[in-house]
Nanobody, 122 residues
Framework: QVQLLESGGGLVQPGGSLRLSCAASGTIFSYDAMHWYRQAPGKQRELVAAIASDGSTNYPDSVKGRFTISRDNAKNTVYLQMNNLQPEDTAAYYC????????????????WGQGTQVTVFS
């Protein structure tokens, strides 16, 4: 069974930085991509960063240039470096593993973490 555990959230002032981590436990033979999403109260969950198995990355304009997604395959961990945080970045941040195969013959499925809260306040 694959599980994702996010960490690194917290309180930060505008202009500050945080680094989120998403550690995957369990056996993973392969995956298609890892994503970070966020959801603010009363709003839909939105994608903020993605990294494919080939290392290519993708960001929406709202965070481009401020957020960086990276991974450490040896540790089964994905990171989200967030710089120049603003109050509108306040949200619960979730990690999603897309197309995970615990074994070569496994059917792919997605996994989600429980989320970590990021609050940017003046």
């Amino acid at each position: 069974q694959v599980q994702l555990l996010e960490s690194g959230g917290g309180l930060v002032q505008p202009g500050g930085s945080l680094r989120l981590s998403c550690a995957a436990s369990g056996t993973i033979f392969s995956y298609d991509a890892m994503h970070w999403y966020r959801q603010a109260p009363g709003k839909q969950r939105e994608l903020v960063a993605a990294i494919a198995s080939d290392g290519s990355t993708n960001y929406p304009d709202s965070v481009k240039g401020r957020f960086t997604i990276s991974r450490d395959n040896a540790k089964n961990t994905v990171y989200l470096q967030m710089n120049n945080l603003q109050p509108e970045d306040t949200a619960a941040y979730y990690c999603r593993a897309q197309g995970v195969r615990p074994r070569r013959a496994s059917l792919p499925r997605d996994y989600w973490g429980q989320g970590t809260q990021v609050t940017v306040f003046s």
